[in-house]
C-alpha cells in the first residue's frame, strides 16, 4: 500500500467516529481530509453543518453540497477531524504543511473531541523532523525568523505562498522538540507570530494510523 492508499485507509476508518445524527463538524485541511470529505458525501445527511478550516476546505464542501458554517455561528462543536505532519506517543502534532494551521488550531480549540488520521510514516519519537511552520504577519518576519534561530531552529520562509488570514510562513527546520508545551508557549509569545503548527497543549484526543498493510489502529 503506498501513503495515498494510507491516507484512503484511515480517512475510512475515522467515519465510525459519526456516531450521531444532525452533528455539526469541524473539518481540518489537507489531501487526508479531502478523502475523508469524498468518505462523508455518501453519509452526508448524518451531518448537519461544518465548520471549515481553510477556504480550500471550504470549497471542497460546498462542491459536494455541505452546509458550511462559521464558528462564530455554532459555537463549540462535537468533533474536529483533521490529518497531521508528525504525531509523538502523546497525540501531540505538527501541522501548517498545508499552511492552514492557524484556522486549524482554532476550530480543533473548539472541538470537544479531535480526531486526527494519520499513517504510519507520520508517527515520530521525537517532534521536528518535520520542519515547524510558523505563520507571521508580513513586517514582523525578520524579527521572528531572528527569535527562531534563538530557539534553535532555521527557519526558511515559504516564497510566494500567504496564508487564508494574509499571513506568511516560515518553516523552521532542525528544531529538537523535547519539550513541546514549552516550546509552544515561547513562539506564541513572540510579537508578530499569529500562530504556528506546534499543537501540544490541544492535541488530538484519538489519531488514527494507518499501516501499510491498511490496518488501521488507535492511539
Ligand atoms: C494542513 C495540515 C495537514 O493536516 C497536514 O499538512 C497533513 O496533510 P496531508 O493530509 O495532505 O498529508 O496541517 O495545514
Redesign the pocket.
Known amino acids: 500500500m503506498n501513503?495515498d492508499d494510507m491516507?484512503k485507509a484511515v480517512a475510512r476508518a475515522a467515519l465510525d467516529y459519526l456516531n450521531e445524527y444532525d452533528m455539526v463538524i469541524g473539518m481540518?485541511?489537507?489531501?487526508?481530509?479531502?478523502?475523508f470529505i469524498d468518505l462523508l458525501s455518501s453519509v452526508k445527511s448524518r451531518v448537519d453543518a461544518v465548520v471549515s478550516?481553510?477556504d480550500a476546505t471550504t470549497a471542497k464542501l460546498k462542491a459536494l453540497g455541505f452546509h458550511v458554517k462559521e464558528l462564530n455561528q455554532t459555537g463549540d462543536i462535537l468533533l474536529y477531524f483533521?490529518?497531521?505532519?508528525e504525531c509523538d506517543q502523546h497525540n501531540r502534532?505538527?501541522?501548517?504543511?498545508?499552511?492552514?494551521?492557524t484556522r486549524?488550531k482554532v476550530v480543533a480549540e473548539a472541538a470537544e473531541k479531535f480526531i486526527c488520521?494519520?499513517?504510519e510514516t507520520?508517527r515520530v519519537d521525537l517532534l521536528g523532523g518535520f520542519p515547524l511552520?510558523v505563520e507571521v504577519i508580513p513586517m514582523a518576519r525578520s524579527l521572528v525568523a531572528r527569535k527562531l534561530v534563538k530557539l534553535g531552529g532555521q527557519p526558511v520562509f515559504r516564497q510566494g505562498f500567504v496564508t487564508d488570514n494574509g499571513g506568511e510562513i516560515l518553516d523552521v527546520h532542525h528544531l529538537k522538540i523535547t519539550d513541546p508545551v514549552t516550546l509552544e508557549q515561547e513562539i506564541n509569545a513572540i510579537p508578530g507570530v499569529i500562530s504556528h503548527?506546534l499543537f501540544a497543549r490541544r492535541g488530538a484526543d484519538i489519531t488514527l494510523i494507518a499501516d501499510s498493510s491498511g490496518q488501521v489502529k488507535t492511539q
Open positions: 501513503q491516507k481540518g485541511t489537507g489531501s487526508t481530509v479531502n478523502y478550516s481553510s483533521d490529518g497531521a505532519d502534532l505538527i501541522k501548517g504543511g498545508g499552511g492552514a494551521l486549524e488520521m494519520i499513517d507520520k511552520a503548527g
